[in-house]
């Protein structure tokens, strides 16, 4: 528990990137000061790092984190536009599905970048605030804990490089927020403390990117502001997408999951499977533009969602969020927006704690943050799940993910042939975590579009889920899907 008494002193975050820089922005309005703790030498400019291998590959905000980080940091698109950050107003994408047809929407004013140059200009931002300070190049060894084990009071840093043999020093603190990513050792040292943590969830992906950047010669005029080409499990055919990023400089990324194959790191192949995608699109323009890099991939086995809220016992003064917590498949660009809005949450909770101080207050906020990123974690897996080799363990309702692909193949069918830009966008903004999945997944809407889905594939579904008066057997379906619908 929070002490009220004395104040809040110190917060220390694990980490500095994107969930740890939103996780320091929020406590730095209640706790004096705030750590961040970073096992990089962060970099003069926007650069890649080597703590983020994934960097290099293309990231973008869904609506949800970008009205957050706006929040938090008014402007900020701003910022990233006077650094060279491509202007997406009056632009356009370009979205090729190859189950449902082609749709060319208006893109929003908005600001096209690298992960890197996001993340430089978040850190400026919290770097200004007057009581933040950075520890880089050290390293979080273990958590120093109370003697009964129940309060987390400081951590033990380790100084990385040559400088880093001595003995780990122990830095005190209030309140302690995991944001060191995938590499997050927390379920280690809870249990080295004594607790009991749960098996997380786990979604076997085994995923492969690999991206390339041109260059965008200053004559080229660039129409769209994004292309994204579905790919096709069965025919392993991979997905594919364009983006312009800062300093008119563009990326490709080819992405396969199932880990059956992954797209090349060959420049000469690289082409090829750009070429080898179910539309021309992106090659159409490629083939106007200079690379800029080779081809280079990245690959992840496994997607985790842990659970620590379900734990009986918790230590005050510790909490998770980012990566830690839950990481994404990132080809569905969730990862930084998910971040965001634990950080929204996060914020609710202190607001809360400090004038109704709740004696679970640790606990309250993972319970909150497991909520408000549910919907994220099950688009994933409906997504995810469409690729042969794809695997899952975890209480999911596997029958529940079949109905929601056959559903939403239903759906998009309707949206996209027929041009119905509303229900397009209703999905669009249930994805982007902007509505409740509610609005889209719904008795009456089910009805309505199964009504018109005359496919054996959509007849095969009513005939399950419809009753003869035309109406869903809500009851019986609702059992099988999550419980935010």
């Not at 909490?319 to 609710?348: K, T």
């Amino acid at each position: 528990m929070m002490s009220t008494s004395q104040g809040w002193k110190r917060a220390i975050t694990i980490g500095g990137s994107i969930a740890g820089l939103l996780a320091a922005r929020v406590l730095a309005d209640y706790y004096e000061e705030v750590v961040i703790v970073e096992r990089d030498r962060f970099p003069d400019g926007p650069e890649n790092r080597r703590g983020t291998p994934q960097a290099f590959h293309s990231h973008r905000l869904l609506m949800r984190g970008k009205i957050i980080l706006e929040e938090l940091f008014p402007g900020y698109a701003d910022d990233l536009l006077a650094q060279g950050a491509f202007s997406r107003e009056n632009k356009q994408i370009q979205l090729h599905y190859h189950r449902y047809g082609k749709l060319v929407i208006p893109d929003e004013k908005d600001a096209g970048c690298s992960r890197a140059l996001l993340e430089w200009v978040i850190r400026r931002r919290v770097a200004q605030l007057p009581n933040v300070r950075f520890i880089t190049e050290h390293e979080v060894t273990s958590l120093q804990a109370s003697s009964d084990g129940m309060t987390i009071t400081g951590v033990y840093l380790q100084q990385r490089g040559e400088a880093g043999n001595g003995q780990p020093m122990m830095l005190e603190t209030d309140m302690v927020c995991d944001t060191s990513g995938r590499s997050s050792k927390l379920g280690q040292w809870l249990q080295e403390l004594g607790y009991e943590v749960p098996e997380p969830e786990r979604v076997n992906v085994s995923f492969g990117y690999s991206s390339r950047q041109y260059k965008v010669p200053e004559h080229v005029a660039m129409e769209w502001s994004t292309i994204l080409l579905e790919g096709n499990s069965a025919q392993g055919i991979a997905t594919g997408t364009f983006e312009s990023i800062e300093n008119n400089i563009a990326q490709v990324l080819l992405f396969r999951a199932g880990g059956q194959s992954y797209p090349t790191t060959n420049a000469d192949e690289y082409e090829q499977e750009i070429a080898d995608l179910f539309d021309s699109a992106i090659t159409d323009i490629v083939k106007h533009l200079e690379p800029l890099t080779a081809p280079r991939g990245f690959r992840v086995s496994a997607c985790i969602r842990n659970h620590f809220e379900q734990m009986e016992h918790w230590p005050s003064g510790l909490l998770v969020m980012g990566d830690a917590l839950c990481n994404f498949d990132p080809v569905y660009g969730q990862g930084m927006s998910v971040a965001a809005i634990e950080a929204e949450q996060l914020a609710r909770c202190l607001q809360e704690q400090r004038h109704t101080p709740d004696p679970r207050f640790e606990l309250h906020v993972l319970h909150n943050m497991q909520q408000a990123i549910e919907p994220a974690w099950w688009f994933s897996m409906v997504s995810d799940l469409r690729w042969s080799g794809v695997t899952y363990t975890g209480p999911v309702s596997m029958e529940g993910i079949a109905f929601a692909q056959d559903y939403f193949d239903s759906y998009l069918e309707q949206a996209i042939g027929q041009y119905n830009i509303e229900m397009f966008e209703n999905y669009m903004m249930m994805t982007s975590l902007i509505i409740s999945p509610q609005e889209v997944i719904n008795p009456d809407r089910i009805a309505a579009v199964l009504a018109k889905d005359l496919s054996p594939k959509g007849r095969r579904l009513a005939a399950k889920w419809v009753r003869e008066d035309g109406t869903v057997d809500w009851n019986t379906l609702s059992r099988i899907l999550p419980s935010f619908i």
